[in-house]
């Protein structure tokens, strides 16, 4: 049985929904409920250029996200991950006892010179 898979109704977003779902993620959503908020107070109190400027940030920054996720995820795919490893690289928890290359050589990560 295939589940039914529609676009996100977050405006910008290429992320798909499952099911009944109207958004691909409870973030997209949480957005598109701000942008709502956003949109009443503009029909209420005239423009606020700050927050309607903030509130498209978000959104924007959100869908960049959301593309670099979707093509991390298909570099990672395209090299041979299986799907089940990325899924369990997403749920697993955060290995904290890998350090970063710098700080396994003993070094510190220097500030750049400005």
Known sequence: ??????????????????GDHTHCSALCRFVEIEMDVVD????????????????????????????????????????GMTPAAWRALLRGPANTSVKPPSEANGERLKAPPA
């Open 40 to 79: 009443k107070m503009t029909a209420t109190i005239g423009e606020v250029p700050e927050i309607q400027i903030a509130v498209k940030s978000l959104a924007d920054a959100l869908a960049a996200y959301r593309a670099e996720f979707h093509r991390v995820k298909k570099a990672a795919l395209d090299v």
């Open 1 to 18: 049985m295939t589940r039914q898979r529609n676009r996100c109704a977050l405006p910008g977003c290429s992320g798909t929904a499952s």
